[in-house]
């Protein structure tokens, strides 16, 4: 431990004792992170669904981020990584709910996917039922894989069955997906556009609502306090000329953004969302009965 250079420790950081050992000193640099294959493949469906939903900052920031994350991979996490990014068609509108867990998925079955897509491979499935009688069933389907759309927190497989023509089939439900090694024409998915089929097939997703706050605080104060867990802050000043800062806030529920104001300490106003402002207004009554319910 004394003569490694990173992470950092030094005689300062060394703790005596039944209990002791070295502990990271202040300033410290750590080592690069090392991903599994199975891991690298889970964040690069993170940013994918990212770049979906315009978060972090928009699609391109994802898109860039993990082009990078590429150029570093060993050749085999490379290309299913990179096969992920090819076959995922990305809408032109947000598609995911904010804040929401992704439904899980199984890193094989979607690096199997990915590249059966890009390659224009046939590939067999396995394809959980959720519905009626057969819940919990396995059924067969032998499909061409056209594309992997994130939408809201689930992940969809546009495709042709060879049986039933084509389908939309979320990702989380199946088992298993094994390549063929069968290569096919690849056909126009009907209307041009994966994402729109989607859409089509499952309906539009959830409005989302917006809304902009006017929080009357500076914006250091009010980043230094709700910065570990919120973004979107820009600086304001209010109708009186004190500094504020304004925060965008979104999701597909009202009461999700009353929620998250919660976090506020300090004065603030709803500046363009009606009915924000009147989920609150409701729920005011509530709130005080709750702090002084004598």
């Given at each position: 431990m004394r003569g490694i250079t990173s992470p950092r420790c030094s005689s300062e950081s060394r703790v005596s004792g039944p209990d002791g050992g070295y502990r990271l000193s202040t300033g410290s640099d750590l080592p690069p992170l090392v991903f599994t294959p199975d891991e690298a493949l889970a964040v690069a469906a993170?940013?994918?669904?990212?770049?979906?939903?315009?978060?972090?900052?928009?699609?391109e920031v994802a898109l860039t981020a993990l082009a990078k994350m590429e150029q570093v991979m060993p050749s085999a996490v490379r290309r299913?990584?990179?096969?992920?990014?090819?076959?995922?068609?990305?809408?032109?509108?947000?598609?995911?709910?904010?804040g929401a867990y992704p439904a899980p998925m199984n890193a094989d079955v979607l690096a199997v996917l990915a590249l059966a897509c890009r390659d224009a491979e046939r590939v067999q499935?396995?394809?959980?039922?959720?519905?009626?009688?057969?819940?919990?069933?396995?059924?067969?389907?032998?499909?061409?894989?056209?594309?992997l759309v994130p939408r809201q927190t689930r992940w969809f497989l546009v495709c042709r069955d060879l049986d039933r023509g084509w389908r939309v089939l979320r990702v989380d439900r199946i088992t298993r997906a094994s390549a063929t090694g069968v290569r096919f024409e690849p056909q126009e998915v009907p209307g041009g556009d994966p994402v729109a089929f989607v859409t089509s097939r499952l309906g539009a997703p959830p409005r989302k609502h917006t809304a902009t706050i006017l929080i009357h605080a500076?914006?250091?104060?009010?980043?230094?306090?709700?910065?570990?867990?919120?973004?979107?802050?820009?600086?304001?000043?209010?109708?009186?000329?004190?500094a504020a800062t304004y925060w965008r806030i979104a999701d597909v529920r009202l009461e999700v953004l009353a929620g998250g104001l919660l976090w506020v300490r300090w004065p603030f106003e709803v500046i363009d969302s009606p009915e924000l402002a009147g989920l609150l207004r409701d729920r005011a009554a509530a709130f005080a009965f709750a702090a002084d319910p004598g």
């Open positions: 993170a940013l994918a669904s990212s770049a979906a939903n315009g978060a972090a900052g928009g699609g299913r990584v990179r096969a992920l990014r090819s076959s995922v068609a990305l809408g032109g509108t947000p598609n995911a709910v904010a499935l396995l394809v959980m039922s959720t519905e009626g009688a057969d819940t919990g069933r396995e059924s067969p389907r032998h499909v061409e894989p056209a594309a500076p914006i250091e104060q009010v980043q230094a306090y709700m910065g570990g867990f919120a973004t979107d802050f820009a600086p304001a000043t209010t109708p009186a000329g004190q």
